[in-house]
């Protein structure tokens, strides 16, 4: 089981709470999706899928040095992401980890406890 500690200091942005379609972070709220690193936050509108473009994601977050790996939120269920994303993955050697949205907004806090340098992706929860 995964217990997530209050005592943890985290640097950069950590969700901490749910919206009926998206996510919080401190007092901010992101109901159309979520692009995050350890730096930034940002309001991510993208909504399924299969309309997702993994250069726009690496531009937008723009983090320096390049993240380890892509913790992708899918939605209210896990889904994978398209062929074509993971083709830009690979070419990038950039890794994905699929599950869904709460499950990844929730694992982005136990990986930035461990100082991980990874970016996340996570889609809105309707």
Known sequence: MVELRRDV?????VVTGF?????KIGEQRFDNGLLI?????LDWTASKPDS???SAIIAALNLSPG????????????????AAFRRAADALQ??????????AARAWGVLRAEER??????????
């Not at 919206?19 to 996510?23: H, S």
């Not at 340098?117 to 309707?126: E, K, N």
């Open 94 to 103: 950039l890794g994905i980890e699929v599950m869904d949205s709460r499950a």
């Open 67 to 82: 993240p380890e790996f892509l913790l992708f939120g899918s939605g209210a269920k896990m889904e994978q992401p398209p």
């Open 19 to 23: 919206t009926p379609g998206g996510f």
């Open 117 to 126: 340098w990874i970016i996340g992706a996570f889609l809105p929860l309707r």
């Open 9 to 13: 200091k985290f640097e950069g942005p």
């Open 52 to 54: 997702l473009d993994l």
């Open 37 to 41: 690193s350890p730096q930034q936050a």
